[in-house]
């Protein structure tokens, strides 16, 4: 084991000096991109979706790089990332998509894209982006950097600043080797006030919902339901003016279940049943969807919009069974959904 140890330091040592041969080319920083938030938004807590350009925002594009053309030789740049990405978010770019990367801010986070002067842009993905050097330009090899705030989620009511912070890095390289440093590509700080309307939960934040006893012989198909229904159960709401607000239900057994019957959690001893929710007074079961307050999450429904402040939305459900399998094993069975609301 320390045998192997030694020879992995001895290779690193070589592949550094080996880099640091080849560093006939100088990337040289120069100005940093000035993208820019609103000073202050008023808005809806979840009203934007995320990928969009942050509304309000302005695009920073600065001339970020240059390359030495002094005996220089390149066919290739290389744009490293260095921000945190946002699972499930892209913003889509000129030429394809673009990674999206945390500013600090919440709901807030930012694409980047990189053009030499005489060519388009090119969307930087969540690992290092390689692509042609370009053509020279009148000051060499020269390289814009585009900076794009993007929405990646809810926007809550807060005062919010950032410093400046480094996005990625740029260098040169020939034949897959990297031939020069590594030059630094920051971004300016940035600051946003955000008044953002929304509710507060005002009552059954916690339900446990008791069905009734079923017998199982009335359920004969596959895909019967039960003609008695849990009693009623709900939520209420208390909001600000205006707000359109939204509900998706989430099988907590099982996440990723998008249909329209909750699953049945792993104490149970009953078998071949499911449960489905409904909206108090109608027979449509609801669907599952992901966690998410995301504007246009899978399976969001409109629960209702307040008309001034301090209005209260009820959300009324009820409950019943459904048959699965053909065989119904009897026993106990429980099981557990989530609501989310997203405010639009």
């Known amino acids: 084991m320390l045998f192997k140890m030694t020879s992995g330091a001895l290779i690193l040592g070589a592949m550094f000096l080996s880099e640091s041969a080849f560093a006939a080319c100088t990337a040289t920083s120069r100005i940093t991109p000035y993208p820019g938030l609103p000073t202050t938004i008023s808005t809806v807590r979840d009203s934007f979706a995320p990928g969009i350009q942050f509304p309000s925002s302005t695009v920073g594009s600065a001339?970020?790089?240059?390359?030495?053309?002094?005996?220089?030789?390149?066919d290739e740049i290389v744009v490293t990332?260095?921000?945190?990405?946002?699972?499930?978010?892209?913003?889509?770019a000129s030429s394809g998509?673009?990674?999206?990367?945390?500013?600090?801010?919440?709901?807030?986070?930012?694409?980047?894209?990189?053009?030499?002067v005489n060519t388009s842009w090119v969307p930087i993905r969540a690992e290092p982006t390689v692509?042609?050097?370009?053509?020279?330009?009148?000051?060499?090899?020269?390289?814009?950097?585009?900076?794009?705030?993007?929405?990646?989620?809810?926007v809550p009511t807060g005062s919010y600043s950032v410093p400046a912070q480094t996005t990625s890095t740029l260098a040169g390289r020939l034949n897959g080797t990297v031939?020069?440093?590594?030059?630094?590509?920051?971004?300016?700080?940035?600051?946003?006030?955000?008044?953002?309307?929304?509710?507060?939960?005002t009552s059954g934040a916690?339900?446990?919902?008791?069905?009734?006893?079923?017998?199982?012989?009335?359920?004969?198909?596959?895909?019967?339901?039960?003609?008695?229904?849990?009693?009623?159960?709900?939520?209420?709401?208390?909001?600000?003016?205006?707000?359109?607000v939204y509900a998706t239900l989430t099988d907590a057994?099982?996440?990723?279940?998008?249909?329209?019957?909750?699953?049945?959690?792993?104490?149970?001893?009953?078998?071949?049943?499911?449960?489905?929710i409904m909206k108090k007074g109608t027979t449509i079961p609801l669907n599952f969807g992901p966690?998410?307050?995301?504007?246009?999450?899978?399976?969001?429904?409109?629960?209702?919009?307040?008309?001034?402040?301090?209005?209260v939305i009820s959300v009324p459900f009820e409950a019943r069974y459904i048959k699965t399998e053909e065989t119904i094993k009897p026993g106990t069975m429980s099981a557990l959904s989530t609501i989310t609301f997203s405010y639009q």
């Not at 990332?81 to 889509?92: I, Q, R």
């Not at 031939?179 to 939960?201: E, P, Q």
């Not at 504007?295 to 402040?309: E, I």
């Open 291 to 311: 966690d998410s307050a995301a504007k246009g999450n899978k399976n969001q429904w409109l629960v209702g919009t307040s008309a001034a402040s301090g209005s």
């Open 97 to 116: 998509p673009a990674a999206v990367f945390e500013t600090g801010i919440p709901g807030i986070g930012y694409a980047l894209q990189t053009a030499n």
């Open 206 to 244: 916690a339900n446990t919902v008791v069905m009734p006893q079923l017998v199982t012989y009335s359920l004969k198909a596959v895909g019967d339901v039960s003609a008695t229904k849990s009693a009623p159960f709900s939520l209420g709401l208390k909001c600000d003016a205006g707000v359109s």
């Open 81 to 92: 990332p260095l921000g945190k990405v946002v699972p499930g978010v892209t913003y889509k």
């Open 63 to 74: 001339y970020a790089v240059d390359i030495d053309n002094n005996g220089c030789q390149i």
């Open 179 to 201: 031939v020069s440093n590594r030059a630094s590509i920051r971004m300016a700080a940035l600051s946003i006030t955000v008044t953002a309307k929304a509710c507060t939960i």
């Open 253 to 276: 057994t099982d996440p990723a279940n998008t249909s329209n019957i909750l699953s049945l959690a792993k104490n149970s001893t009953a078998a071949g049943l499911g449960i489905q």
């Open 131 to 154: 692509f042609p050097a370009g053509p020279w330009g009148s000051a060499g090899w020269g390289y814009y950097q585009q900076v794009t705030l993007v929405v990646t989620g809810s």
